[in-house]
């Protein structure tokens, strides 16, 4: 029998309009809480421990079952996210990166995000990206500047070319020597030379966590330092993964039935090796698509970003191909 599951995923989740960054890519407040409408309308949210069980056949969802999912561990999530969850009754399931929370560092991927919100022109950011790869090209035997515009500006959904440009050669494409100190580099001209202070305001403390976890949402690993899992040795991914549980034991959080969210969707086959071998019940990717609990591998379990799910109570469902899949599957 065919067990949909609609997981969707959120990143940040905060009310822009008039604020700081109000350029961020971020979840309008008001269309998280008309997004919940809906899917309390149209939807079941439930528990991830009920998908653990369902997973292994100890149970069955019920129909049009949806699963809340949140990244990163940031301290929207506690702010704003947990009270609307809290006061409806609903479970979320939190991702946070340990060094974040732990250390007190800012991820690579967020002093992106808020360089780019921060108000830089994004033609200047290109230039000094391509200034910075003119110094090092022959050091790193980089091809040219075009050649990689060429490669990393296209096919964004939700960028104009020169920022998926930014975010891609920066994610991604230059090597990771490089691409470190050019991040920090932008990030402590455009943001803040503060990085602790920074992380304090971004991401949950441990005590809000243990908050969370106490209120009975659910809280998993998203590794430690945010990486690529797909791009590191077997050793490194062992390094990434039992760093995250160490830190998960230490919020008192069961290192026996725990959930994978892969970091940027990043996984290849040594890391599921490794993650069957701790045990981990659930992986959760960003591959975009409705779950089916009882087909899907479920360290392999697609997500629908909170973009793909409407965001009022009024929205048509005939929009939502998937929709029609979930109340198709449980009719
Ligand atoms: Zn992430």
Redesign the pocket.
């Known amino acids: 029998m065919t067990q949909s599951l609609m997981i969707v995923m959120y990143?940040y989740v905060r009310p822009l309009k008039g604020t700081h960054y109000s350029n961020l890519k971020a979840l309008e407040l008001e269309y998280f809480r008309g997004q919940l409408d809906f899917i309390q309308r149209h939807c079941q949210v439930v528990r991830m421990e009920e998908v653990i069980a369902a997973a292994r056949g100890q149970g069955s969802l019920p129909p049009r079952a949806a699963l809340l999912t949140f990244?990163?561990g940031y301290r929207e999530h506690h702010e704003h996210v947990f009270p609307l969850l809290a006061e409806r009754g609903l479970q979320g399931s939190f991702?946070p990166?340990a060094c974040a929370v732990r250390e007190g560092r800012v991820?690579g991927?967020n002093k992106i995000h808020f360089t780019l919100a921060s108000g830089a022109n994004p033609s200047g950011l290109v230039s000094e990206i391509f200034t910075a790869m003119d110094e090092n090209r022959r050091e790193y035997d980089l091809k040219d500047n075009a050649d990689y515009f060429a490669t990393y500006s296209t096919e964004s959904r939700y960028d104009d070319p020169e920022v998926a440009f930014i975010k891609r050669i920066l994610q991604k494409g230059l090597p990771e020597p490089l691409r470190a100190p050019l991040i920090d580099r932008l990030f402590r001209r455009f943001v803040t030379e503060d990085e602790k202070a920074f992380a304090a305001e971004l991401y949950m403390s441990t005590d809000q966590l243990r908050e969370l976890q106490g209120a009975g949402m659910f809280i998993g690993s998203?590794g430690d330092q945010?990486l690529w899992l797909n791009t590191l040795s077997p050793d490194d991914q062992r390094k990434e993964i039992d760093d995250s549980l160490d830190f998960l034991a230490e919020l008192g959080v069961s290192t026996r039935d725990w959930v994978m969210?892969y970091?940027?969707g990043g996984y290849n086959d040594s890391l599921l090796t490794l993650l069957r071998e701790r045990q981990c019940a659930l992986g959760l990717t960003v591959d975009m698509g409705v779950a089916d609990i009882s087909r899907n591998d479920p360290l392999l379990l697609p997500r629908l970003d909170t973009n793909d799910v409407p965001h009022s109570l009024e929205a048509t469902l005939q929009n939502y191909g998937w929709m029609q899949e979930i109340s198709a599957n449980n009719a």
Do not use: N, S
């Open positions: 990143h990244d990163d991702f990166p991820l991927v998203h945010h969210c970091p940027y």
